[in-house]
């Protein structure tokens, strides 16, 4: 089993709708978890982090977490061709409730919206 | 600029020789890391510095591979012995210590060195 685990894409939704991105982990220690975004050819910049249980808006971007499922995932809403890129999901690194250290990501997710 | 600054951002190399990789990063960040991407993949983790110190390595990281952050601010990836298995988006990124009850700290990504080995 991967340790991070991004659902298969490509996924490609209409300009305005809600893309979906979802991503599983196997640690149940981790404490941190982070989306993402990456244009072709550039690097990860940072889009959310999400700490605690439950839902953590940003203007178009609600991330949503749940530890005892082991569950993380984006919602990105009026999707914007703009958004088109790959989203990478990734957990921080855990021992015994404290942080430390790397993140370990997902395979990303490619995202495609059409105008 | 205060952003992770990474050099150079390509590199074409032969199979055989030796590259050297920089990253400066955020000034008041002490956590400095490196990852490997390749095409279709995640960043898959290499090692990580706090202050000059070298916390943790990958298995990734092979006796051919090194790195340093000699006073605790910028830092080198010296890869030896170049294989084509070793072409790949080499990304750094930095970020600050968590804070006592923060269980996570974000790590802010440099452009990344693009590496050919042919």
């Known amino acids: 089993q991967k340790e991070v685990e991004q659902n298969s894409g490509p996924l490609s939704v209409p300009e305005g709708a809600i893309a979906s991105l979802n991503c599983t982990y196997s640690?149940?220690?981790?404490?941190?978890f982070f989306w993402y975004r990456q244009y072709s050819g550039k690097s990860p910049e940072l889009i959310m982090s999400?700490?605690?249980?439950g839902d953590k808006e940003d203007g178009r971007f609600t991330a949503q977490l749940n530890k005892a499922s082991q569950y993380v995932s984006l919602l990105i809403r009026d999707s914007q061709p703009s958004d088109s890129a790959t989203y990478l999901c990734?957990?921080?690194?855990?021992?015994?409730?404290?942080?430390?250290?790397?993140?370990?990501f997902g395979q990303g997710t490619i995202l495609t919206v059409h105008p | 600029d205060t952003g992770v600054s990474q050099d150079p951002r390509h590199k074409i190399t032969k199979r055989g020789q030796n590259v050297t990789f920089r990253c400066d990063p955020i000034?008041?960040?002490?956590?400095l890391y490196w990852y490997r991407q390749t095409l279709g993949q995640g960043p898959e983790f290499l090692t990580y510095?706090?202050?000059?110190?070298?916390?943790?390595k990958s298995r990734l990281l092979s006796d051919r591979f090194s790195a340093e952050r000699p006073k605790g601010s910028f830092s080198t990836l010296e890869i030896q012995r170049t294989e084509q298995g070793d072409s790949a988006m080499y990304l750094c990124?930095?970020?600050?210590?968590?804070?006592?009850?923060?269980?996570?700290?974000?790590?802010?990504f440099g452009p990344g060195t693009r590496l050919l080995v042919l």
């Open positions: 990734a957990r921080g690194g855990s021992s015994g409730g404290t942080s430390y250290g790397k993140l370990t």
């Open positions: 640690d149940r220690g981790s404490q941190s």
């Open positions: 990124a930095s970020s600050p210590m968590p804070g006592r009850g923060t269980p996570g700290e974000t790590q802010y």
């Open positions: 000034s008041e960040h002490n956590r």
């Open positions: 999400i700490y605690s249980n």
């Open positions: 510095f706090q202050n000059e110190a070298q916390l943790e």
